[in-house]
């Protein structure tokens, strides 16, 4: 280590041991140790390490510690939901069997409640507006990032824009920024956060407010040893590095020019890029051609004129020691002088749009943003207000800045703040034209948002805690606020948007019976009261249909066709949601057949359901028949597989289905002898209530069952969709619901405690009952969405 | 009491709670609904045992002969990777057995549209023009504008025009439009179906109400 | 893995579609069916697991909605329980079905009937263009021609008009969904077996 130490500011030698320049009376050696452990800075190419962030939460407002709140509220919910995600993630992406099962509620039912979609498992989708989340409109904006589950406590505590689950690429550099200056706010003591009790947090706080900066030393940040260490040795670079308005908010000095490149640069450079990743090269270049295309981030490039500008002045530049302010310098930089040298007038037009000649209409709690409070603290309140702070950070300066006013002197005096190097992109983020200290009440001046919610905003996001906090040498600032009029614009778009957060929304008075809702307790009364009457008093004063269709005709002569003792394929393949209409439908038919023909059943399904199904059809509907499970019938159970099981059934019934549900050699019992495949049935009747089904049993058995009859009793919704395989003969018959019942019920001689009959008359008063509500209901709402529709267009 | 007064009971009460949900969602609707989905898996997951896997392959692979355990030690294979699905971290391993149940499935799907549907519907299509009555022929000729008009309507097929717009051909446009109108009177006669399978269950529950507290 | 799934479907697929053509491979064919067979109760088997794993899990941390969850893992897992010991042909088990799961889904459909009016209802003031009116229109006719009156028949409605437009109109464009559907399963199926398409997660 050499003797002697050189002054960041000034460029005076000094004797190692000095703690002050003597020249210019700054500090020369830093305030703080180098960090170490968990507070340790981050090196290039280090994952940062989480922070305890929560000691924000009680200067929060009062809004957002109700966001927080309720998003704390499900935040273990929801960080099960994303575990659960994650686990689904990884999952190879394929549709598969239990994909479909953990996600299907992706992409459907708007209104499908949360409980009906959690059923199969699925994560829930988000409620659009929960009564409680409506009555502030941030909370719904940003619900999401707020109560974006994570997988600690620490992130939980962390604001969600300061803890993004998975940062862009782009945006890693600066994340690690944010965490790296929020650790440091948080670092230093567990007396010191500010989630400690109110009355000590603000005094830790300001022991805590220098710590970033602390961070960015020289000499203390080990990210920034690899380049910083070398230069030192190598002269002059560091110091040409280190900014300018930077150096002045520790020592008050004068602004101290860039000096002109020496001839040991290269060296110095050379060294410094062995083991430094691109963009840090770049940071200790010499000419602004150093920046490399390759490795620096699109975002970095972008940045990178306006690094270059105060290097361009560089030649210009006096070597040192003057005080006055070069006519080229940016205003910003220029109104850090000390106060002393500091233009007595704005040098620009101020604008007027904040000024407080005309003050927006806002809240109480939205206006601390653009006070002279948060402006006029210190310089790196100064710096950073420029990046638009929300209302809940800038309310921290005033209880911070007074509970300085309470330290004792020495304790004020070690606040001051160690000489520090920013990263390049952290320069190239500062504004160059504008003028510092109005750029707190300039949200135009902060970066603009170009992702997520708030895109299109500027300064939204705030800077690191316990950066914008008060120093203890105020300076005079400036009132030049240079803002164009787009960014003014942006401005009162944002202090309009803070204003509506902050002011509570009333509840949406809605009805509490809405008029659908009315409609539709109406057509259940009506239609209730007309089906219980006819169904209870056992009314049967509406005929059977006489004319029986063509199709249900075919299928009673399918039946009839069957010779006496055939075996018969019985194909039980509905679901039990249907039950009393495929059990109308088919018990004319079926009591037809049986009686008639005495066949033996062979019942089978392919729905899981169906063999009990199958046993209450035979049980209750042909009770009468007396058949016996075993002798007149066999029952071979689910058949699994959909359309791969029926094809296999098709082609050998035998080996794919052996047994019957009592695990009995199915074939070999008296129902199925002398049958070894399916054309050796004499009819196939297929009871289904789905299009699917059906057509698996027409498609698959078409080749294999010879001269089978297929016969289909059908759910009226499916029937339509099979008459096109009537009309075209691969189905002999058809019976589909109701209708086609009555049909065969009227070949089966119309017998009057038939289900058909005892259902009929409600069948019919409901089908009326429908038609009448359709036509009347219907033309009201055509007439009503015809006048919505003319007062649309003529507004 | 006996057990089918029990369970007569538990379903009139599961009866009214599901219809309760007329009046809103609720409490009882959704411990319905849980009920049924618990009721219903549990009854689908013994049905899969005791009538596929236990008589299908465990029995066979237990006593059955040499050829029959070499010949079902793939499906037990397949099956223990369709289990590992269940885990999201090993659910990559059952991707074999799910390509075979996809595999065959597709195949077979395959010959039966192409058997059973394809085929026999065109040429069922052809056919009746062979009728000699006239009315017979109308209906022939509407069913066929309709099957052409219909499967133009799922024609997707466009060009760009001119000022940028995309749009469908000329002709194309024309049949799309009348092979709505074929698919709006489809519609429709499914929905009169679907309404009439719905009055069906609906007069089917009260029935069941009838019979559970005698009458009608 | 991916490669050996889609070599499984490829050739699975292939094998059980030339049985179709070629009788000598019917035996192989009828083999890879069975394996299919056994598969597909094994997923149902799956699928409930999956079902209990879930519902546990959100038991287990206490979400919201817990509640039912625990309802339907107790209904499950007693249902499966006797399920296996008693078979789920045993009378006990019919009962269950016919007391639990037949009565809430038919309750389920009947809730449908009262939607399916409300629907038609306010179809017209959301949508009012020639393909609605076809709709309701159609839908009202046939629902009236599938009634009846008290004092007997609506003629021609339930003779005439009702037959004609199932055995035409609709006929005619039920037809045409039906190939259309054949023809994308034909397509479908066809990118399954060749590998294009994998459903099963070989991507």
């Keep these: ?795 | 009491m006996s057990l089918d007064f029990i369970f007569g009971i538990i379903a009139f009460l599961l009866t009214l709670m599901v219809f309760s949900y007329l009046i809103g969602d609720n409490l009882f609707f959704r411990i319905a609904i849980y009920i049924f989905v618990g009721v219903a898996a549990g009854y689908v997951a013994a049905v899969a045992f005791r009538q596929v896997i236990l008589p299908d392959l465990l029995t066979p692979l237990v006593y059955g002969s040499s050829t029959e355990k070499i010949t079902l030690a793939v499906p037990l294979l397949l099956s223990g990777f369709l289990l590992m699905k269940i885990i999201p971290s090993t659910s990559r391993i059952g991707a074999p057995a799910m390509a075979v149940l996809a595999g065959v499935g597709a195949a077979v799907a395959v010959g039966g549209a192409v058997t059973g549907t394809l085929f026999p519907q065109i040429g069922a299509t052809v056919d009746a023009f062979a009728s000699p009555a006239a009315f017979q022929f109308v209906n022939a000729v509407i069913v066929l504008v309709g099957v052409v008009f219909t499967l133009i309507y799922f024609h997707f097929g466009a060009r760009t025009a001119s000022d940028g717009s995309v749009r469908r051909f000329g002709l194309i446009e024309i049949g799309a439009f009348v092979g709505s109108i074929f698919i709006a009177i489809t519609l429709g006669t499914l929905f009169a179906g679907v309404y009439s399978a719905a009055l069906t269950a609906f007069i089917e529950r009260l029935h069941f109400f009838g019979t559970f507290f005698g009458l009608g | ?203």
């Design chain 1, 1 to 795: 280590m050499a003797d002697t130490i050189k002054c960041p500011v000034c460029g005076e030698i000094n004797p190692a041991d000095l703690e002050f320049c003597q020249n210019c009376q700054s500090r020369l050696q830093p305030l703080t140790g180098p960090l170490r452990g968990e507070n340790a800075p981050i090196s290039p190419g280090q994952a940062p390490t989480k922070k305890v962030t929560s000691e924000l939460e009680p200067i929060l407002p009062q809004w957002l510690r109700n966001a927080r709140q309720q998003a704390r509220r499900s935040a273990e919910e929801e960080a099960a939901r994303a575990e659960e995600k994650q686990k689904t993630k990884s999952v190879p992406s394929g549709p598969d069997l239990l994909a479909g099962l953990a996600s299907q509620s992706q992409e459907e039912e708007e209104d499908v409640p949360d409980w009906l979609a959690n059923i199969t498992g699925s994560p829930a989708k988000k409620k659009k507006a929960e009564a409680e989340d409506a009555q502030v409109k941030f909370v719904e904006l940003g619900r999401d990032e707020m109560a974006e589950p994570s997988p600690s406590d620490d992130e939980n505590a962390a604001p969600s824009w300061m803890t993004p689950q998975e940062p862009a690429p782009e945006r890693d550099e600066l994340s690690d920024w944010f965490k790296q200056a929020s650790a440091s706010a948080s670092s230093f003591d567990a007396s010191t956060s500010l989630g400690t009790a109110p009355e000590a947090a603000p005094v830790e706080s300001v022991s805590s407010e220098p710590e970033p900066f602390s961070n960015f030393d020289t000499s203390n940040s080990d990210w920034l040893k690899p380049e910083t260490a070398p230069l030192e040795e190598a002269s002059g670079i560091v110091h040409r590095e280190t900014p300018d308005w930077l150096k002045n908010l520790d020592t008050g000095a004068p602004v101290v020019p860039p000096q002109p490149p020496t001839s040991n640069e290269p060296p110095a450079q050379t060294q410094a890029q062995g083991d430094v990743p691109d963009w840090l090269k770049s940071f200790g270049a010499e000419t602004p051609s150093a920046p490399s295309a390759e490795g620096v981030p699109d975002w970095l490039n972008a940045a990178a004129p306006s690094r270059e500008e105060p290097q361009a002045v560089q030649p210009e530049a006096p070597s040192s020691g003057e005080t006055s302010v070069p006519s080229e310098m940016p205003d910003w930089l220029a109104s850090l002088k000390p106060a002393s040298s500091q233009p007595s007038e704005p040098s620009g037009p101020a604008t007027p749009a904040l000024t407080p000649e005309e003050p927006p209409a806002k809240t109480p709690s939205a206006s601390p943003v653009f006070t002279e409070d948060a402006m006029s603290s210190a310089d790196v309140d100064a710096i950073f207000s420029s990046m638009q702070m929300p209302d809940w950070l800038t309310s921290v300066a005033p209880s911070a800045q007074t509970s300085e006013e309470n330290l004792p002197p020495a304790a004020q005096s070690e606040e001051a703040i160690a000489p520090v190097e920013l990263p390049s992109w952290v320069q190239a983020m500062r504004p160059v034209e504008a003028a510092l200290p109005e750029s707190s009440s300039g949200a135009a001046d902060s970066e603009l948002e170009t992702r997520g919610p708030l895109a299109g905003l500027h300064g939204v996001l705030p800077s690191v805690p316990g950066v914008a906090t008060p120093s203890s040498k105020p300076k005079a600032h400036s009132i030049k606020l240079n803002a164009s009029e787009e960014q003014q614009a942006h401005a009162a778009l944002l202090e309009q948007i803070l204003a509506a957060e902050t002011s509570p929304v009333p509840m949406k008075a809605g009805s509490v019976v809405s008029s659908q809702r009315v409609l539709r307790w109406l057509i259940t009364v009506l239609l209730g009261i007309a089906l219980a009457g006819a169904t209870f008093v056992g009314t049967q004063i509406f005929p059977l249909p006489a004319d029986v269709p063509i199709e249900t005709s075919n299928a009673i002569a399918a039946v009839e066709a069957v010779p006496p003792d055939a075996p018969v394929l019985v194909v039980f393949d509905y679901e039990p949601s249907t039950v009393g209409e495929m059990e109308a439908s088919g018990a004319s038919l079926m009591d037809h057949l049986l009686l008639l023909k005495h066949p033996r059943l062979t019942l089978i399904s392919t729905s899981a359901t169906g063999s009990a199904l199958a046993e209450r059809f035979m049980s209750s509907v042909l009770v009468n028949r007396s058949y016996q499970r075993g002798v007149q019938y066999v029952d071979l159970g689910y058949l699994p597989g959909g359309l791969t099981g029926v094809y296999g059934f098709t082609q050998s019934p035998s080996l794919v289905m052996p047994y019957d549900v009592d695990q009995g050699a199915a074939w070999q019992m008296p129902p199925l002898q002398n049958v070894t495949r399916l054309s050796d049935f004499a009819a196939i009747i297929i009871m289904t209530d789905r299009l699917e089904s059906g057509r698996v049993w027409i498609e698959q058995s078409a080749l294999t069952r010879g001269n089978a009859s297929l016969i289909l009793i059908s759910s009226a919704q499916a029937g339509p969709m099979f008459l096109p395989y009537v009309d075209a003969g691969q189905v002999n018959g058809m019976v589909a619901g109701l209708n086609g019942a009555a049909g065969a019920e009227q070949a089966n001689g119309g017998q009057p405690d038939s289900v058909v009959r005892r259902y009929w008359d409600a069948y019919s008063l409901g089908l009326l009952f429908a038609v009448v509500m359709i036509l009347l209901g219907g033309l009201w709402n055509f007439a009503l969405g015809l006048r919505d529709r003319r007062a649309q267009e003529g507004s």
């Design chain 3, 1 to 203: 893995m991916r490669a050996i799934a889609v070599v499984l479907a490829v050739a699975t697929g292939l094998l059980v579609l030339i049985g179709y053509f070629i009788p000598t491979l019917a035996p192989i064919q009828s083999m890879i069916l069975n394996w299919a067979i056994i598969l597909s109760g094994a997923a149902a088997l799956v699928g409930v697991f999956n079902l209990i794993w879930v519902h546990w899990g959100k038991i287990s941390r206490r979400e919201k909605g817990s509640l039912y969850s625990a309802i339907l893992l107790i209904c499950l897992i007693a249902t499966l329980i006797f399920g296996m010991l008693l078979g789920p042909d045993d009378s006990n088990m019919r009962l269950l079905v016919n007391s639990i799961i037949v009565p809430v889904e038919a309750t389920l459909m009947a809730l449908l009937a009262v939607t399916l009016v409300y629907a038609s209802i306010r179809l017209l003031r959301r949508r009012a263009n020639l393909m609605s009116v076809v709709f309701l229109a159609t839908a009202l006719l046939l629902l009236i021609a599938s009634a009846t009156l008290p004092f007997g028949e609506i003629g021609p409605l339930n003779n005439f008009v009702r037959p004609w437009f199932q055995h035409a109109w609709a006929l005619g464009g039920a037809r045409g969904i039906l190939i259309g559907v054949a023809l994308g399963t034909l397509m479908t199926g066809l990118r399954v077996l060749f590998g294009a398409d994998r459903p099963y997660g070989g991507k």
